[in-house]
């Protein structure tokens, strides 16, 4: 598999890999393009398909972690007819070479404990890669790294993120324009839940430092009820309803 990396140069005539449609692969875009100048990297295959991997400096990461010199991956993604054939292991080091030519620490990750979750990376893959869990949130998402220096620093979890909570009651949603999904679904569940009646709150992460500060290990998309948090998964609304115990 060949691969090609995605910059402000060539990335308005190529394809993001994740975005369903144009208006979706334009709000990503814009936010990947704001995010070039801070050092992330987007590598996808060449072929077409869900087979890429975005990585940044930690320090520039939107998520509440505590990495100096590390790199943060964004998000590593191989699916459908792309799985099996090792493409994984092709972006994994790719962003390995990236990061030791940087001279940094090693790599993190967002994961989960025991089995995979959606929109999280596979602990298990993971820790066949050689990646441990540093920190873990009370909600049971892990942070994974992968060290260069046996005595390197662990990443931790600041502590808004390790002990998820809001104050208000009903539904709140933090998110980004990280993932294109967020644009498409977000906007249909705010419709029904407020043909339901049902409290839903929505709070757009839109700069680094709110996303640093977000009360989640996860800023793309976490969503809380009464104060507790929920999920991660982006919800669609059929999935939304079904949560909130309302008939669709």
């Known amino acids: 598999m060949n691969y090609i990396r995605i ?13 369903m449609s144009n208006k979706q692969s334009n709000v990503k875009k814009q936010w990947l393009k704001q995010r070039f100048e ?31 010199g590390y790199i943060y991956i964004n998000c590593l993604w191989v699916s459908g007819s792309m799985k099996g054939h090792g493409y994984s292991n092709d ?16 790599l993190c990750i967002l ?9 999280l990376a596979d602990p298990k893959y993971l820790a066949y890669k050689g990646f441990s869990v540093a920190d873990t949130a009370e909600t049971g998402i892990t942070l994974m790294y992968l060290p260069f220096e046996a005595d390197a620093e662990p990443p931790r979890f600041k502590e808004c993120a390790r002990h998820p909570k809001v104050e208000e009651d009903g539904f709140v949603l933090y998110y980004t324009d990280q993932c294109p999904f967020t644009y498409y679904w977000v906007p ?14 929505v709070i757009h992460i839109t700069d680094r430092e709110a996303a640093r500060n ?18 991660q998964a982006i919800q669609s609304d059929k999935k939304f309803l079904a949560l909130a115990g309302a008939e669709s």
Do not use: M
């Open 111 to 119: 994961s989960s404990e025991k089995r995979k979750k959606e929109f």
């Open 38 to 68: 801070e050092g992330l990297v987007f590598y996808r295959s060449v072929e077409r398909g869900k087979c890429f991997i975005e990585y940044i400096p930690a320090e520039n990461a939107w998520a509440p972690i505590e990495a100096e």
């Open 188 to 201: 249909r569940v705010e419709e029904v839940a407020r043909e339901h009646g049902i409290p839903f709150k």
């Open 214 to 231: 977000v009360p989640a290990p996860v800023t793309t998309y976490a969503l809380f009820r009464d104060g507790r948090f929920v999920t």
């Open 7 to 19: 910059t402000k140069d060539n990335i308005d005539g190529e394809h993001i890999c994740c975005a």
């Open 91 to 106: 972006l994994l080091d790719q962003c390995v070479r990236d990061a030791k030519a940087q001279g940094r620490k090693g």
